[in-house]
Nanobody
Framework: QVQLVESGGGLVQAGGSLRLSCAVSGRTFSVYGMGWFRQAPGKEREFVVAISWNSGGTYYADSVKGRFTISRDNARNTVYLQMNTLKPEDTAVYYC????????????????????WGQGTQVTVSS
């Protein structure tokens, strides 16, 4: 089990950028991969992007390809989500998640592939 703390959310105008961070603590050696999900009011939690902790392989939702970039700093046990060209439809609470099995690679978009979740950080994009 690991603990996850997100930061970096806020209010930004459409077309702007934000960078989210997810600090990982605890049994970090057991993490296979990390993911970012988001949830808008009245909607289900939606996959955004995932990264394999060791290989660095990435998986993106079509809605964010070319605009969002995930990266990780293994030394700092931190995962980042750089979000550019933000749109009002990107408005949501963004959650960081950690998976401890290969499911993060085989089914990165499934919430069931992740074992630990952060508390979320609000991102609001104004038009």
């Amino acid at each position: 089990q690991v603990q996850l703390v997100e930061s970096g959310g806020g209010l930004v105008q459409a077309g702007g950028s934000l960078r989210l961070s997810c600090a990982v603590s605890g049994r970090t050696f057991s993490v296979y991969g990390m993911g970012w999900f988001r949830q808008a009011p009245g909607k289900e939690r939606e996959f955004v992007v995932a990264i394999s902790w060791n290989s660095g392989g990435t998986y993106y939702a079509d809605s964010v390809k070319g605009r969002f970039t995930i990266s990780r700093d293994n030394a700092r046990n931190t995962v980042y989500l750089q979000m550019n060209t933000l749109k009002p439809e990107d408005t949501a609470v963004y959650y960081c998640a950690a998976g401890h099995t290969i499911a993060v690679s085989t089914a990165p978009a499934s919430v069931n592939s992740y074992d630990d979740w952060g508390q979320g950080t609000q991102v609001t994009v104004s038009s």
